[in-house]
């Protein structure tokens, strides 16, 4: 290969972004597919929405690949959960994706976990114990009442990264706000068969599930967070049942379903797969079919 | 102070460091993490590892025989301000049963440029190459391919600035340059000011089907040696001109994109050398000059494939050949090395096989097929290896 063919190559690769320079729509960024759909109800059509992951991926464990540059390079808002759960790849989009935009501390940066109470905030490190979370347990996306305070901070923000539609996020914003303080009140009423229910959680996935509709998790098939099972942990939360009785186990629909139904065969209670996230399971293509189809798999399994 | 005073001090430094006492996202404290490898080797051959048509690089001999600890690495990273974001590597190495320190790369990225520019200014891995970039320890096998070491010493690191930039575009388009000292090798030479190496590169990126990534880049790297070292002993010295090219590709899948239980990934890369110049050889003091032209291909091609959580299988091939002309290719020393390789076409074949129980924990066992010394004389090549991670999460790089 020449020197001048070489040269001609980079060019060639050069044309495509030349011809691309046209302004679009403000462009978000979600790492996790239910801020994704947040977004899209505050703002519509307005934005050109990103997610980085899909409900079949564990957020945790993703590459920084190259179609995630390009996104974050983009974009003009970030919106994460936060609490170290993109750790692995977040920071290394941050040096890679050269977007002053999206830094700590400017409004175009938005992880959610930084609005709410954190469970499970460990008080002690020790990576001994599995993949443990310094700032607490960041699967915030269970409990429905964190997204209103996640879509007031979310509208607030994309009018300062786009103040010509502040009017549209802020009216986007009451309309989501009053139907989805209507929904959660009508959920509240469906799961209070639900409350006092021991249950038993496949990973730590669930708390703000369980904080939420008062259920009782007696035991954990996963020893450690984010290591899988041993055969030894199973029979010991199998014996366990015998004094603390469980109604179930829930697993996430991106998990391993195995160890759940290995303990539901021996213990002779239902395995429930929740969607945990928008696109989990059919019929959660929205926030509302996700707490809708959540509490019909609960119910389901209760009676 | 030998290895494990300074494994014991950083370990301390760990201990004491608010990092591990309070959230580390909500502390100033820079991301400490010690890297450590242990390893047993085992060569059926007993010559030195030379490979035929090349005198290589410094740092590039095979890992000692029997068990021996490898390389320590210290690293310490942090966003600075809101304009900067430092990285420093140090490497405790054992050399000739002396420990040496190394600064293996420190540099200083910025966050903040407009118009999607970055720049990075410091000692630093060339973005020449995938390979290139990536640090030993997240290596796919316990050894570079041999494009890598008999080319580049493995790797071409050098003191410099880098700017890249990056297109606006939904499929990744990065273009990039560096400007640097000349020391790394393929460079070398000593007191000299100005720029004697530049680099220019570009990757292009994305996503195909249903859980697929791909990269593509293409690098090049115009280097001026000054008596750069080279060989067994360093006897051979090179002045002139050296110019590499090198093309690249990476595949990675996983089933809809969860790479958990089951992933695959592919990796190719082709490295041409073209190099004009004079050698001398003077292991003692005996000097030998030649005028040389030098041509040297190689590629490598490797796939790796976790069939189930934590365990990974991996198949690697690499092949190099050379066309050097020498004038004076004197019988016995380095020079007839380089020149006598008409015709052979060094190769190797590597299988590999690890198992790690965590992020930050890894068992590696690998068995080379090695056919890249003068001659063709085979070398089975088994090699075990056990890395260690202690203190911050590592980066999930594609």
Same mark, same amino acid.
């Given at each position: 290969m020449s020197r001048s063919m070489f040269l001609g190559a980079l060019l060639l690769l050069a044309l495509p972004s030349a011809m691309s320079n046209a302004q679009a729509a403000t462009r978000v960024f979600a790492c996790e597919p239910e801020w994704a759909a947040l977004a899209g109800e505050i703002g519509g059509d307005a934005l050109e929405i990103y997610s980085a992951t899909t409900a079949l991926q564990d957020p945790h464990r993703i590459q920084a690949r190259p179609s995630l540059i390009a996104a974050y390079r983009r974009a003009d808002l970030l919106i994460c959960t936060g609490a170290e759960l993109e750790i692995g790849w977040l920071p290394a989009l941050q040096r890679k994706g050269n977007n002053p935009r999206l830094q700590p501390g400017k409004p175009g940066w938005l992880e959610v976990s930084s609005l709410i109470e954190m469970l499970e905030v460990p008080q002690s490190l020790d990576r001994a114990g599995g993949d443990v979370h310094p700032a607490g +347990?960041?699967?915030?996306?269970? !409990?429905?009442?964190h997204f209103l305070v996640a879509a007031q901070e979310l509208a607030a923000r994309l009018a300062q990264v786009d103040p010509a539609q502040a009017d549209l996020y802020r009216e986007r914003l009451e309309d989501f706000q009053r139907r989805w303080h209507a929904a959660i009140t009508q959920w509240q009423t469906r799961a209070a068969?639900?409350?006092g229910l021991p249950v038993i959680s496949?990973?730590?996935?669930f708390p703000y599930l369980y904080r939420w509709l008062g259920l009782e998790r007696v035991a954990t098939l996963e020893a450690r967070p984010g290591i899988p099972p041993s055969a030894g942990h199973l029979q010991t939360v199998l014996e366990g049942l015998k004094s603390r009785p469980a109604h179930m186990i829930l697993y996430a629909?991106?998990? +391993?379903?195995r160890p759940a139904q290995w303990m539901a065969e021996h213990a002779g209670i239902p395995a429930v797969k929740l969607p945990?996230?928008?696109?989990?399971?059919?019929?959660? !293509?929205d926030l509302f079919g996700l707490f809708e189809v959540t509490l019909d798999q609960l119910l389901a399994a209760a009676s | 102070m030998n290895h494990f005073a300074y494994v014991a001090l950083a370990g301390a430094l760990m201990a004491s460091s608010p990092l591990l006492a309070a959230p580390a996202t909500k502390s100033f404290n820079p991301k400490i993490s010690l890297i450590m490898s242990a390893q047993y080797a085992d060569y059926s051959a007993g010559s030195e590892a030379e490979v035929a048509g090349v005198a290589l690089g410094p740092e590039t001999e095979l890992k000692p025989e029997g068990m021996a600890l490898g390389e320590a690495e210290l690293v310490l990273e942090a966003n600075?301000?809101?304009?900067f974001h430092g990285w420093s590597t140090i490497a405790l190495e054992n050399e000739d049963g002396e420990t040496v320190v190394a600064v293996e790369e420190a540099y200083i990225d910025t966050l903040a440029m407009p118009a999607g520019l970055a720049l990075k200014f410091g000692r630093f891995l060339s973005d020449i190459g995938y390979h290139n970039r990536q640090h030993a320890h997240a290596w796919d096998f316990v050894d570079a391919p041999l494009a890598y070491r008999s080319l580049l010493a493995n790797r071409y690191a050098d003191d410099g600035l880098q700017v890249r930039w990056l297109a606006p575009t939904p499929v990744l388009l990065e273009l990039g340059a560096e400007v640097m000292r000349g020391d790394g090798f393929p460079a070398g030479g000593e007191a000299r000011s100005g720029i004697k190496a530049w680099t220019a590169f570009a990757h292009l990126g994305g996503d195909v089907g249903n859980g697929g990534a791909w990269r593509l880049g293409l690098g090049y790297l115009d280097a001026d040696a000054l008596d750069r070292r080279s060989g067994e002993e360093q006897e051979l010295g090179f002045s002139g001109s050296s110019t590499l090219r090198l093309l690249d590709a990476v595949y990675k899948w996983a089933p809809a994109g969860d790479a958990r239980e089951r992933n695959f990934s592919f990796q190719a890369g082709y490295l041409q050398r073209r190099e004009s110049g004079e050698l001398s050889d003077d292991p003692d003091g005996a000097d030998q000059r030649s005028n040389y032209t030098g041509s040297q291909d190689a590629y490598y091609l490797q796939a790796v494939y976790q069939f189930m959580r934590g365990w990974r299988l991996g198949l690697r091939y690499d092949r190099l050949s050379t066309d050097n002309q020498l004038d004076n290719p004197a019988p016995d020393t380095t020079l007839a090395t380089v020149a006598n390789a008409a015709g052979e076409t060094p190769r190797r074949s590597s299988l590999m096989l690890d198992y790690s129980p965590s992020e930050f924990s890894r068992l590696r066992l690998q068995y080379n097929r090695d056919a890249s010394r003068p001659g063709g004389e085979k070398d089975d090549q088994l090699l075990l290896q056990a890395s260690f991670s202690l203190g911050a999460h590592p980066a999930h790089q594609f």
């Open positions: +347990n960041p699967h915030i996306q269970t !409990d429905p009442r068969p639900l409350r496949a990973h730590r996935g629909a991106y998990q +391993n379903a945990y996230t928008v696109g989990g399971m059919a019929g959660t !293509d | 600075i301000d809101q304009h």
